[in-house]
């Protein structure tokens, strides 16, 4: 399987900007994507294809990356963003990083 | 409007097999894949299977030998089932929609049914 690696949590002040990382144990590609999960709701898609952003996301949000290092970003952060961000591929079987919590403070 | 919404029993016996529902309404199940995802305090989300726009299934190794997905369009339901509980299943189980023919990424999620798994 293809692991995914991501450091567990971050803490910014409103307006900052933010860079949460992923690490792919092999090369992915661009076949990343990333997800918002608020505490008690499902994930919600932000970003896919590495650098392509849903339809309703807001542009504070963008995505980089390829290979084996992918980079979210959120610029400027708000209090709203507080949430567990993560990393999916889609180049082996489909796996989902552990999560970076972000906490606003 | 896309929506998703999974039904399942709350709480089941270790060694007992799980069934859940989702049903979905905005879109149809021959247009789109239907993935499930679990989330556990253990591993975190985990990719269980698809179903194909098709009908036919994939399912993660980890759970091939006592997972089976199905799908009754006319009902525009799609189904889970689990053999051979452990604790360790215990969890949030989603249904997902897959945002193309094979685009392996989830636009559209139900809210999740949570399943406790314990005598």
């Known amino acids: 399987d293809t692991v995914l690696t991501q450091s567990p949590a971050l803490a910014v002040s409103p307006g900052e900007r933010v860079t949460i990382s992923c690490r792919a144990s092999e090369s992915v590609s661009t076949l990343m994507h990333w997800y918002q999960q608020k505490p008690g709701q499902q994930p919600k898609l932000l970003i896919y294809?590495?650098?392509n952003l849903e339809s309703g996301v807001p542009a504070r949000f963008s995505g980089s990356g390829s290979g084996t290092d992918f980079t979210l970003t959120i610029d400027p952060v708000e209090a709203d963003d507080t949430a567990t961000y993560y990393c999916q591929q889609s180049w082996n079987d489909l796996t989902f990083g552990s999560g970076t919590k972000l906490e606003i403070k | 409007q896309v929506q998703l919404k999974e039904t399942g029993p709350g709480l089941v016996q270790p060694t007992q097999t799980l069934s859940i529902t989702c049903t979905v309404s905005?879109?149809?199940?021959?247009?789109?894949?239907m993935q499930w995802v679990r989330q556990t305090p253990g591993k975190g989300l985990e990719w269980m299977g698809f179903?194909?726009?098709?009908?036919?299934?994939e399912y993660n190794s980890e759970f091939k030998s006592r997972l089976s997905i199905s799908r009754d369009t006319s009902k525009n339901q799609v189904f889970l089932k689990m053999n051979s509980l452990k604790t360790e299943d215990t969890g949030v189980y989603y249904c997902?929609?897959?945002?193309?023919?094979?685009?392996?990424?989830?636009?559209?999620w139900g809210q999740g049914v949570m399943v406790t798994v314990s005598s």
């Open positions: 905005g879109f149809s199940l021959t247009s789109y894949y």
């Open positions: 294809l590495a650098s």
């Open positions: 179903i194909r726009s098709g009908g036919s299934t």
């Open positions: 997902a929609r897959d945002q193309g023919l094979g685009a392996y990424y989830f636009d559209y």
